[in-house]
């Protein structure tokens, strides 16, 4: 009977302190609550430590045990993951001077190109617990808002702790002239995403997108003086829109010059180091959002979040969206994405690819990479 009793005893003493240590869990995680909607503790160290160039930007080195590094009353909370809180209140003092909550430039931009996945590479990574982004996502401080001071450029960005990379996105900057010096010379410490397509595809969806716009002055031609920028300019057709009544391709049409990536892009990278770029293919990105998104956790050396768990396909969007998104928000990127591409005449087709051609070469040299529809 001994053998029996003994097994008992032990039992439920172990469940006394089960219970003991589970309620302990629970006080010390509701504490904590309110300024983690995310804990992730399987940061990788090589992730972080590819994390030289954001060294002076993320202001700390971070470790791997305590990806912080620093002490607080609850070291197994990964401060690299932790939101800023809306209040102070229910925050430990330790915590709080260990995130240095404020308003941060931009480390990451999004520098184009327009039509080609921006808006919903940065709606995936706004989810990340270890970026914020700015709201809206295009800010336009480097064209539109020049005259304004790196200041007025901070104030649009959003809380963020020292653990976590800022980032806003532009498409339109890409084609700034000045713009790359100015950036250089005031962070040169920037990183840069640049999303391309299909240049043919990229132009229909632009297309698209000025037809909804129809502003006026694109339904007349312009003829545009060399080494001017080409106006939009839209016709009723995208045949018509791109080949001109004398059977010209209508270079003078910003619809087709900006899917010349090469011609854009090679002035930035020309002033940068590579690393501070990562080139996304939107083909890819489009059909497979995954991998492409760890390239970013990668390249922005921020712990690895997204997996398989939080991204799924929509069957009635057509496109990837989020299952897990924090904050309230739609769970797919926005409505004016996604809309239905008619087909375009096979002669114009093969035309245009012929255009495009030695742009395409070039950028493959320039970059080192292929493209399936190069
Ligand atoms: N997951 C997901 N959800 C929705 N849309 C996606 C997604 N991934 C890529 N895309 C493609 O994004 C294209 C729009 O590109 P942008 O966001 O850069 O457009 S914009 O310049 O900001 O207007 C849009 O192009 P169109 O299909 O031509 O509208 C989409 O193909």
Not at 87 to 92: G, I, N, R, T
Not at 107 to 111: F, N, R, T, W, Y
Not at 144 to 149: L, V
Not at 245 to 252: A, G, K, L, Q, R
């Given at each position: 009977m001994k053998t029996y009793i003994r097994p008992q005893r032990s039992f439920v003493a172990g469940i006394i302190f089960g219970s003991f240590v589970i309620g302990m869990c629970y006080c010390i995680s509701s504490y904590a609550s309110p300024f983690m909607e995310c804990s992730i503790t399987h940061a990788t160290a090589e992730i972080i430590e590819q994390d030289t160039l954001h060294g002076s930007h993320l202001e700390s080195e971070r470790n791997g045990s305590n990806s912080a590094g620093v002490e607080t009353n609850f070291p197994d909370i990964d401060l690299t993951t932790m939101q800023c809180p809306t209040?102070?209140?229910?925050?430990?003092p330790s915590i709080l001077a260990q995130l240095d909550c404020k308003k941060r430039l931009p480390?990451?931009?999004?520098?184009g190109m327009a039509k080609c996945g921006t808006g919903a590479l940065s709606f995936f990574l706004?989810?990340?617990?270890s970026l914020v982004h700015s709201v809206p996502q295009e800010i336009y401080y480097w064209n539109?808002?020049?005259?304004?001071?790196l200041e007025w450029y901070r104030d649009q960005m959003p809380i963020s702790s020292k653990h976590q990379v800022t980032m806003e996105k532009t498409p339109s900057y890409i084609f700034e002239k000045d713009t790359p010096a100015r950036i250089k010379a005031l962070m040169p410490e920037t990183k840069f995403i640049v999303m391309i397509r299909d240049p043919i595809v990229r132009a229909v969806s632009d297309y698209l997108h000025q037809q909804r716009v129809a502003h006026p002055r694109f339904f007349i031609p312009r003829i545009v003086k060399p080494g001017n920028e080409p106006k939009t300019y839209l016709n009723t057709t995208f045949e018509g829109s791109v080949i001109k009544?004398?059977?010209?391709?209508?270079?003078?049409n910003s619809i087709l010059s900006h899917s010349a990536y090469v011609v854009y892009l090679k002035k930035w990278i020309e002033l940068f180091p590579r690393r501070q770029f990562l080139v996304i293919d939107d083909d890819e990105f489009v059909k497979n959002p995954l991998p492409v998104l760890q390239q970013v956790e990668s390249f922005l050396g921020i712990p690895n979040y997204f997996s398989e768990k939080i991204i799924y396909f929509d069957e009635q969007k057509g496109f990837f969206c989020m299952s897990r998104r924090r904050g309230s928000g739609t769970d797919c990127a926005g409505a004016t994405k996604g809309r239905p591409h008619p087909n375009v005449d096979k002669d114009v087709i093969r035309r245009l690819r012929s255009y495009f051609r030695p742009y395409n070469t070039q950028l493959e040299n320039m970059l080192g990479k292929r493209f399936t529809w190069s």
């Open positions: 209040k102070d209140s229910a925050v430990d480390h990451v931009i999004g520098i706004a989810s990340h617990p539109r808002n020049k005259e304004k001071s009544p004398n059977d010209e391709v209508n270079t003078d």
